[in-house]
């Protein structure tokens, strides 16, 4: 009697549940792996929300604070480049491009990059002091960061920096969704920010 009665109420929760089985988007969000007709409906909805887009993104006037690191980060739905400055910098240009020419030489920095796309970065601030002494340690042209076990970054290379203006080229795996955040501190410092999700 037992046994019947729970194939009943298994029977109405069946129903409910539209065939005994929650639908695809519910099973992958509580952790069944999708397979491969699901993983493809899937990449086209925002990871995490984000609805940052790809296009061009450009803000800020230029500044003498100069740039003085560079560091990268990794969170669930996107990597970070954290570029920081002694002082108040608000200027960046940020664009997808399959060229990145460092600045007063005009080499392109392309073939160099480790990646499947490209980010040129432009910060409207210098990465020198007043003496016109470099103030972080890279050269143009050296990989100024470690990026390995990254979901979406793949090198960060250092364009120069030539009348106010400093260059990076930055390689990913895809043409994915980035924001470009300016935020004050730590201190009298503050921070230019790049992200790049994980996936659309």
């Known amino acids: ?14 129903l ?6 929650a639908p695809a988007a519910d099973r992958t969000s509580a952790g069944v792996p999708a397979g491969p007709a699901l993983a493809a ?9 984000i609805t940052w887009g790809s296009g061009d993104k450009t803000a800020g006037p230029l500044s003498t604070a100069p740039l003085v690191s560079v560091q990268t ?25 399959d060229q990145v ?12 990059t480790a990646g499947d796309v490209y980010l040129w970065v432009t910060l ?29 970054l793949r090198d960060v290379v250092f364009g120069g920096s030539f009348e106010g203006y400093t260059t990076f080229a930055v390689g990913a795996r895809a043409r994915l969704p ?20 994980h996936r659309w």
């Open 73 to 97: 980060g990794r969170h669930d739905c996107w990597d970070e480049i954290v570029f920081e400055f002694n002082g108040t910098a608000q200027g960046y240009s940020v664009r997808y491009s």
């Open 178 to 197: 980035f924001r470009v955040q300016v935020l004050a501190g730590p201190g009298t410092h503050s921070r230019i920010v790049v992200d790049i999700a």
């Open 124 to 152: 409207r601030a210098p990465a020198y002091d007043a003496d016109h002494v470099s103030t972080i340690d890279a050269r143009s042209g050296e990989h100024v960061a470690n990026v390995l076990r990254y979901g979406t």
């Open 1 to 14: 009697m037992r046994t019947s009665v729970g194939r009943s109420i298994a029977a109405v929760l069946c």
């Open 41 to 49: 409906a899937t990449t086209t909805a925002p990871s995490c929300g």
């Open 101 to 112: 020419p460092t600045d007063g030489e005009g080499l392109d920095l392309v073939p160099y």
């Open 16 to 21: 409910a549940l539209a065939g005994c089985g």
